[in-house]
């Protein structure tokens, strides 16, 4: 399990990502910002199997561009780009 919670002066947010015991995961990074909540991680079935880049973002109903731009830059860093 890997949780993020929001900074308590907050309402709501915060992710939580749930992993089976039998798979093998590696936290590539959490970050809680005033735009963006999210937590990614690589998994694995076993230690012969390619990683796949998977994650869980909050996105507060009312989110900014800010959110939009935020989010495009943690995926192109993740993709190489």
């Known amino acids: 399990m890997f949780r993020l919670d929001p900074d308590f ?3 709501g ?3 939580i990502f ?3 015991d039998n ?3 590696n936290l590539i990074f959490g970050v809680s910002t005033i735009d ?3 937590v990614w991680v690589n998994v694995r079935t ?3 199997t390619k990683p796949l880049i998977t994650g869980c973002v909050y996105r507060r109903p009312k989110s ?3 959110f939009d731009k935020a989010l495009r830059s943690i995926l192109q ?3 190489g780009d």
Request: proline residues 4%; without cysteine; charged residues 25%.
């Open 9 to 11: 002066s907050k309402r």
């Open 13 to 15: 947010g915060g992710v």
């Open 18 to 20: 749930y992993i089976k």
């Open 23 to 25: 798979l093998i995961i």
């Open 36 to 38: 963006i909540e999210g």
């Open 46 to 48: 076993s230690n012969k």
């Open 64 to 66: 900014t561009p800010e």
């Open 77 to 79: 860093s993740l993709s």
